[in-house]
């Protein structure tokens, strides 16, 4: 049968989530802080991601498994992440930060959307990064699953499934992407995409700056993560005046306005981890298959295996970031 994903159908789907009881309480996001954890993104300088998961496994809170980079908007920029991604974790162990693997370079190409529309007829990349991402999960368990924290596009965990399918039921992907529609990084490879939409659970907090519930985390729900506060630490004491920490009083990205990086964009992909309260609106649904075009169709279903963000608290957010970078045991081995 043909799957049309079109505005008719969208009215149908939003007519039956206004009459369904799709939207519940956060605590059942299928992942913890004792899942290992696997950390893929692209740009390092526009955010403070890394720096919270990295103080996150110094601390002994989280088990980091891998560190991946995966971009495939420019070959240049690719380049300049991976390498700049790799001095973050060296930064960070000059500074006394443990626990912390080497960066994997992820895909710098998409995935090819195979003529028949099929998933399992798409060429695998042979990625370095899906081989991690496979070994993990493979090592991981229904229960207490892989959990892939993604701020970028979703190549490398695509490319995961086509390398080994078992691994589906083994991994949750938390992430800044749309689930209704492609948004910005989820269009950086919108096959891959659509993969991880049908194949794997999903954690989705869309990138979207539309006027929808979709686009509120993103929009309102971000943490504070402003230099005022870095700079304060560093000059009482409360951060040691070392590489990682200086690195991140200076880092500024070379386009965006300073103010860009007064709230982080990717951290809420990363808070639920050790703040399941952050998240305090939720809309369960699934996927029932891929359009001729190949986009995923959804629909709105209490026992869903997407999860897609609708509310959350800044003030827990910010809370919880800072407690992570001010941990005196974060750096204190």
Not at 230 to 244: A, K, M, R, W
């Amino acid at each position: 049968m043909k799957l049309l994903f079109c505005l008719p159908a969208l009215v149908v789907v939003f007519a039956y989530w206004m009459s369904s009881s799709s939207t519940e309480a956060v605590d059942t996001i299928p992942f913890d802080k004792n899942c290992p954890v696997i950390y893929d993104n692209d740009d390092h300088r526009d955010m403070y991601t890394d720096e919270y998961l990295f103080s996150l496994a110094s601390a002994g809170s989280i088990n980091l498994k891998g560190i991946i980079t995966s971009y495939s908007g420019d070959k240049n920029e690719y380049d300049l992440f991976v390498a700049g991604r790799q001095q973050i974790i060296d930064k960070a162990r000059q500074s006394g930060l443990i626990n912390l693997p080497d960066a994997t370079a992820g895909p710098f190409i998409s995935l090819l959307r195979p003529k028949s529309n099929h998933i399992e007829d798409t060429p695998s990349l042979n990625s370095a990064a899906g081989q991690v991402i496979v070994h993990a999960a493979m090592q991981a368990s229904p229960e207490k699953p892989l959990v892939i924290i993604a701020g970028g596009q979703l190549t490398a965990i695509a490319d995961a499934y086509l390398q080994e399918p078992q691994i589906a039921d083994r991994v949750v992907v938390c992430g800044i992407f749309g689930t209704l529609h492609e948004t910005y990084n989820a269009g950086l490879d919108s096959w891959a995409w659509a993969i991880v939409i049908r194949k794997f659970r999903c954690v989705s907090i869309s990138d979207s700056e539309d006027d929808t519930p979709y686009s509120h985390v993103f929009l309102k729900g971000r943490p504070l993560t402003g230099k005022l506060r870095i700079s304060q630490d560093l000059e009482n004491g409360v951060i040691p005046s070392t590489s990682f920490y200086i690195w991140m009083l200076e880092k500024h990205h070379p386009v965006h306005p300073p103010v860009y990086m007064e709230k982080d964009g990717d951290t809420p992909a990363a808070i639920p981890l050790m703040r399941p309260d952050y998240l305090t609106g939720v809309e369960r649904w699934r996927c029932t298959g891929i359009d001729d075009n190949g986009k995923p169709v959804v629909v709105p279903d209490s026992n869903g295996s997407l999860y897609l963000m609708i509310n959350a608290d800044p003030y827990v957010a910010t809370k919880e970031f800072w407690r992570a970078i001010e941990e005196t045991k974060t750096w204190r081995h």
